[in-house]
């Protein structure tokens, strides 16, 4: 069983659409990420998630919106999609506060191209 | 954000001893130095942590200086999987920010 997966894995989409990513882990995590990681290969933190609360927004643009319906689920929303969204979109979890030893688990990856 | 620095690039022999420099010059005296690694479009992949202790595991060794300003990630015998990015990250025990740098790109040369 995959540990952290994302759904889709590629996304094309045009411009000014609204679309959305989802992730799930079956690891019992208490804390989720979205990290984004451009054409330049920088990954870059974006939201992080602990038991369904938002705990870090690193300044990114309101048309993101991230959705934590339960502790194992962690989407995200991208309203208004601009050429400069087209990265691809990794989805991780790390166990929380409790017993945590550092290890994030990261999800394949999903590849939003924006034309 | 990334408060740690990291050649871009480096080469490495089949066979060899692969050590990936990391400089860490402010780091605090809760921050533990974690390596990952990035195997192409991969997810990255969790290696090793520490804090002041020389540690080793199945994949790697990591050595961090005394004064904790900069460690070495040491692969042992490197083989060409082993060619991907390495990112060293600084961060707090139990902390939740993980922050990668621009990390360096192994290649292993057969």
């Known amino acids: 069983d995959t540990a952290v997966s994302q759904t889709p894995k590629y996304l094309v989409t045009q411009m000014g659409n609204d679309k959305s990513i989802k992730c799930e882990q079956n690891?019992?995590?208490?804390?989720m990420y979205w990290y984004k990681q451009d054409s330049k290969k920088f990954l870059k933190i974006m939201f992080s998630y602990n038991n369904k609360e938002l705990i870090i927004n690193e300044t990114v643009p309101n048309r993101f919106s991230p959705k934590s319906p339960d502790k194992a689920h962690l989407n995200l929303h991208i309203n208004s999609l601009e050429l400069g969204d087209s990265a691809v979109y990794f989805c991780?979890?790390?166990?929380?506060?409790?017993?945590?030893?550092?290890?994030?688990?990261f999800g394949e990856g999903s590849r939003l191209t924006v034309l | 954000d990334a408060k740690t620095t990291q050649p871009t690039s480096m080469d490495c022999a089949e066979g060899r001893a692969a050590n990936l420099p990391c400089n860490h010059s402010?780091?605090?005296?809760?921050?533990?130095v974690y390596w990952y690694r990035q195997i192409h479009s991969q997810g990255p992949q969790y290696i090793i942590h520490?804090?002041?202790n020389n540690e080793t595991n199945e994949m790697a060794s990591l050595i961090i200086t005394e004064d904790r300003k900069s460690s070495t990630l040491i692969l042992p015998h490197a083989t060409l999987r082993d060619t991907a990015v390495y990112y060293c990250i600084v961060r707090a025990w139990g902390g939740n920010q993980f922050y990668f740098g621009t990390g360096t790109s192994l290649t292993v040369i057969p």
């Open positions: 690891l019992g995590h208490d804390t």
């Open positions: 402010t780091i605090s005296g809760n921050e533990y």
């Open positions: 991780a979890s790390n166990p929380g506060l409790a017993g945590n030893t550092g290890e994030l688990f």
């Open positions: 520490g804090l002041k």
